[in-house]
């Protein structure tokens, strides 16, 4: 079995402050992990995904996470954030073998200025 | 390279009427996924198709949804009838493969724009 879990459904942020996400999985095998971004009406876009190779990920648009098995984490974070960055954010596992998604419940990014 | 297309993006419908959606994935991929995103809630797999053959349907209420993938191209996702917690946006996946074993970014799923149905 697998689940996903994002800490905090709305995070504030300010223009140029730190971004950090917070995701916790579980998973009877060693996972790949995922993040992806919905901007309003628009589908998924990913961000970076973790495959077992290097543990710390980097994605796109300025985002980077670590994959933490001690903790079963795998946080996102940016260093600045922009105005472009608010949207939605959603960690995912996937532990089958055939690439089946197990979706945390997201975590919608205000960014003030 | 053309990225997955659906249709239509809405659809407002009464409850016990019937809906269909339509998918195109990206051109070579054999893995399509339907999701689910009801809102507020990250999205979940209703079915996942390689090629012609469902390899995942667990989450799908078979008692009123139906899917097909013809020709292992295009995909449509039946309601029959729709109820109000229904309401949701539909979202079609594609990948170039379905397993996780397969390397780089063939596992990648590239998402559609999604059609957000209302139930009333």
């Known amino acids: 079995a697998q689940s996903v879990t994002q800490l905090g459904s709305h995070v504030s942020v300010s223009e140029g402050a730190l971004v950090l996400l917070r995701c916790n999985y579980s998973?009877?095998?060693?996972?790949?992990l995922f993040w992806y971004v919905q901007y309003p009406n628009q589908g998924l876009q990913l961000l970076l995904k973790?495959?077992?190779?290097?543990?710390l990920v980097k994605g796109i648009n300025g985002f980077e996470a670590e994959f933490k098995k001690s903790e079963t984490s795998f946080h996102l974070t940016k260093p600045s954030a922009h105005m472009s960055d608010a949207a939605e954010y959603f960690c995912?596992?996937?532990?089958?073998?055939?690439?089946?998604?197990?979706f945390g419940a997201g975590t919608q990014v205000v960014v003030t200025p | 390279e053309a990225g997955v297309a659906q249709s239509p993006r809405y659809k407002i419908i009464e409850k016990r009427q019937s809906v269909a959606f339509w998918c195109n994935p990206i051109?070579?991929?054999?893995?399509l996924y339907w999701y689910q995103q009801i809102l507020g809630q990250g999205p979940k797999l209703l079915i996942q198709f390689q090629n012609n053959g469902v390899v995942d349907d667990s989450q799908l209420p078979k008692d009123r949804f139906s899917a097909e993938r013809l020709k292992g191209v295009d995909s449509t996702l039946k309601i029959q009838p729709a109820k109000l917690e229904d309401s949701a946006v539909y979202l079609c996946?594609?990948?170039?493969?379905?397993?996780?074993?397969?390397?780089?970014?063939?596992?990648?799923?590239?998402f559609g724009p999604g059609t957000r149905l209302t139930v009333t």
């Open positions: 051109s070579g991929h054999a893995t």
């Open positions: 996946a594609s990948s170039l493969v379905g397993s996780r074993f397969a390397s780089g970014s063939s596992y990648e799923q590239y």
């Open positions: 998973s009877s095998v060693p996972p790949y």
């Open positions: 995912a596992v996937s532990s089958d073998s055939w690439g089946k998604l197990q």
């Open positions: 973790y495959t077992s190779a290097a543990t």
